[in-house]
């Protein structure tokens, strides 16, 4: 991989237009101003970000593993002082996977509980149908007795 330029904060913090613009994240620079349209999040969400560090605004949001693999086109730079890792953003995303991969799996199994009989299914069928007729034999009923009053 050939070497990255180093940037200042005060460097990216001037990068943050729609005809340009920069932020940090994980201490990488990142041009994204001609992906500004494309982000399906909208271009307003990476221009208040633009000029500085959107680290926790990038990984609070919950990026998938094709976004994160879009950021190494973008990748112009790293901070200075930067001490980490240079790979794309998708590598750093293995602790994530080690994360689920903790979990333990627990056996299970499907039970089919399709042996209802004959009579549970015409009781399904005809207790609302009676709650229906009462209804309307009460209401019937009630509309009769005011009439003839």
Not at 50 to 68: I, L
Not at 97 to 109: L, N, W, Y
Not at 120 to 138: D, E, M, W, Y
Request: hydrophobic share 40%; glycine share 8%; charged share 25%.
């Amino acid at each position: 991989m050939e070497e990255l330029k180093v940037f200042t904060m005060d460097q990216v913090s001037s990068h943050i237009s729609k005809a340009d613009c920069w932020f940090v994240i994980g201490g990488k620079v990142y041009d994204v101003t001609n992906f500004l349209e494309e982000h399906p999040g909208g271009e307003e969400v990476l221009l208040e970000a633009s000029g500085g560090d959107a680290t926790q605004d990038f990984e609070s949001v919950g990026h998938s593993t094709a976004a994160q693999g879009m950021m190494e086109t973008y990748l112009v730079g790293v901070l200075e002082g930067f001490k980490g890792d240079i790979t794309p953003i998708k590598k750093e995303t293995t602790g994530a996977k080690q994360e689920k991969t903790a979990f333990k799996e627990i056996p299970a199994s499907v039970v089919k509980d399709n042996e209802s009989s004959f009579f549970t299914k015409l009781l399904q069928f005809l207790v609302p149908l009676l709650i229906v007729a009462v209804a309307f034999g009460i209401r019937s009923f009630l509309k009769e007795s005011q009439t003839s009053s």
